[in-house]
């Protein structure tokens, strides 16, 4: 008989930009009691202009804080479909993980019927953690030019 080994839990977040109003949000993440991640509220609000000097300390920071912070449904990110159908529309969505202890992964996402979001084939991007504080803005960048 063979055995699935689960899917290691990996630090994430997700990153919205929201063109027409020129700003960008961090959706941090915490472990599910249920396994995988669940959004947290209060996403991280940066202007596009502080954009490049403030993304990578916040990601970093999410990163650190993913495997300290417990479950509390009183944290979780909570809106109706119309409300999560709207945001989606108004904005666009890259998702990064810490795949490893030196590397952070980037997907650009591209939007479904719904409100719902999938990867787009052979677009990830992969940096090197020690390069975070240099490289993460101009990767991100890069992700977004290519999320739809």
């Not at 719904?114 to 992700?143: C, F, M, V, W, Y």
Request: with cysteine.
């Amino acid at each position: 008989m063979r055995i699935n080994k689960p899917t290691p839990i990996v630090p994430r977040v997700c990153v919205y930009w929201n063109e027409r109003k020129m700003y960008y949000l961090v959706e941090k993440y915490a472990p599910s009691p249920n396994g995988g991640s669940i959004a947290l509220k209060d996403p991280v609000l940066i202007p596009s202009e502080q954009f490049d000097e403030s993304v990578a300390g916040v990601i970093l920071n999410c990163f650190e804080s993913y495997t300290k912070d417990r479950f509390d449904p009183d944290r979780v990110a909570r809106e109706s479909d119309k409300e999560h159908r709207e945001f989606t529309k108004q904005h666009k969505k890259i998702a990064i993980f810490l795949s490893s202890p030196n590397d952070i992964d980037i997907y650009p996402l591209e939007r479904y019927r719904g409100g719902e979001h999938r990867g787009i084939k052979d677009s990830k991007i992969t940096i090197a953690k020690s390069r975070a504080l240099n490289d993460l803005p101009q990767a991100i960048h890069q992700a977004f030019s290519k999320a739809i």
